[in-house]
Nanobody, 116 residues
Framework: QVQVVESGGGLVQPGGSLTLSCAAS????????MAWYRQAPGKERELVAV???????KYADSVKGRFTISRDNAKNTVDLQMNSLKPEDTAVYYC??????????WGQGTQVTVSS
């Protein structure tokens, strides 16, 4: 079993920055990909960014050039640095962990609100 815990959400003004952090823990954790998803009210959950164990990353078009995903394999943590935030980035952000056995785990979510 893997526990996934996010932190770092909050209220920020448009144009501001915020960093989300996620830690995965559990016995014999063997993680393949780590990712961030988000879900805005009335919308489906969408992929924001994903990073493999080798450091290869991919981003949603809407966040390219503004968000950066990074990972520490030794600590099983993943961060999402968010810059130039816009009101449309407002959502609950979820950490997603996929093991090498293709088992998926989700965090509880952290609220990000971009508003003046």
């Amino acid at each position: 079993q893997v526990q996934v815990v996010e932190s770092g959400g909050g209220l920020v003004q448009p144009g501001g920055s915020l960093t989300l952090s996620c830690a995965a823990s559990g016995s014999s954790v063997s993680i393949n990909t780590m990712a961030w998803y988000r879900q805005a009210p009335g919308k489906e959950r969408e992929l924001v960014a994903v990073i493999t164990s080798l450091g290869s990353s991919k981003y949603a078009d809407s966040v390219k050039g503004r968000f950066t995903i990074s990972r520490d394999n030794a600590k099983n943590t993943v961060d999402l640095q968010m810059n130039s935030l816009k009101p449309e980035d407002t959502a609950v952000y979820y950490c997603n962990v996929r093991t090498y056995y293709s088992t998926i785990y989700w965090g509880q979510g952290t609220q990000v609100t971009v508003s003046s």
